[in-house]
């Protein structure tokens, strides 16, 4: 499924990787695909509470074409 937009996080800094968030647009529906669960431990809802994430992609920023 081709990209049709990427929405970086304004605050991203390529050097620290901080805020290393982005959203993406794809140009048709994803099917057959799985669900991703969100949390449901109402614990790490408190402010200030530490978690782990995982994610996927490459550590460098990449251009759309």
Do not use: C, K
């Not at 990209?3 to 959203?23: C, K, R, S, Y």
């Not at 782990?52 to 460098?60: A, Y």
């Amino acid at each position: 499924i081709e990209v049709a937009q990427l929405i970086v996080h304004p605050g991203f800094d390529e050097l620290t990787f901080d805020n290393d968030i982005a959203l993406l647009q794809l140009a048709a529906p994803a099917r057959g695909l799985a669900a991703v669960e969100l949390i449901s431990d109402t614990a790490l809802q408190t402010a200030g509470t530490t978690a782990r994430t995982m994610g996927w992609g490459i550590p460098q920023v990449a251009q759309l074409q």
